[in-house]
């Protein structure tokens, strides 16, 4: 599954503000499956259009949620590669899932996080359980938003699963590794903290050394 921009295009869409989007008044994209950490969030709070190239998202201050596409996964080696571009100065932790199993009202899966204190982590979601693969690290390779009113920062977040190690990349940088003895196949999606405005401007699966 890809789905890729051309460089050009994303600076583009990075330019434009969030009130610029808003004021287009775009038809929500319903393609998504959408669960919210706290179910009793209205759902018309969440902010998700399509704005080529990618998507916008504004997630409501009450809940995080987790975003998958139906009908696209990965298994076997991959690559996994997000282009993520910040507006708020105050996000919350967001990144890519994968592995993603199970309904909507219980799912299990592995997201790996940036936080825009400067940190990653990766953990691994069952249900409403949260358990720590990798705690919350600081590392310089992360580009933070440290002004509200600025320019929106870009992130790139690739996961790289091969046949016995899974290693995870920001910007271009080995931040960390893990075995894949718990297994990396399934869905693939995005998952957004609370109150965090973004634009995604690619999200892409390769088989693992076909990449371009």
């Known amino acids: ?19 610029d989007i808003r004021a287009q008044d775009p038809a929500r994209d319903s393609s998504w499956t959408v669960t919210f950490d706290d179910p009793s ?6 902010f998700l259009v399509v704005m080529k190239p990618g998507w916008h ?3 409501p201050p009450g ?16 690559l996994l590669k997000s282009v993520i571009f910040t507006f708020n100065s105050d996000a919350q932790p967001f990144g890519p899932v994968f592995a993603h199993k199970g309904e909507s009202d ?11 204190d400067g940190t990653f982590g990766l953990f691994h979601y069952a249900g409403a359980e949260r358990h720590t693969l990798v705690p919350w690290t600081q590392s310089d390779v992360i580009v933070r938003q440290v002004d509200a009113g600025g320019s929106p920062v870009k992130n790139v977040m690739t996961v790289e699963v091969g046949a016995d190690m899974v290693r995870f990349y920001i910007n271009g940088s080995e931040v960390t590794q893990h ?22 401007s690619e999200l892409t699966v390769t088989a693992l050394g076909t990449e371009k």
């Open 1 to 19: 599954m890809i789905l890729r921009c051309t460089l050009a295009a994303a600076i583009l869409a990075a330019m434009a503000t969030p009130d």
């Open 106 to 116: 219980s799912p299990e899966f592995v997201s790996f996080l940036i936080n825009n």
């Open 57 to 59: 998202i504004t997630t």
């Open 41 to 46: 969030v209205a759902d018309s709070s969440l």
């Open 179 to 200: 075995d894949r003895g718990r297994g990396f196949d399934g869905g693939i999606g995005l998952r957004v903290g609370a109150g965090t405005n973004l634009h995604v």
């Open 63 to 78: 809940s995080a949620v987790t975003l998958m596409q139906p009908d696209s996964a990965a298994d076997g080696n991959y």
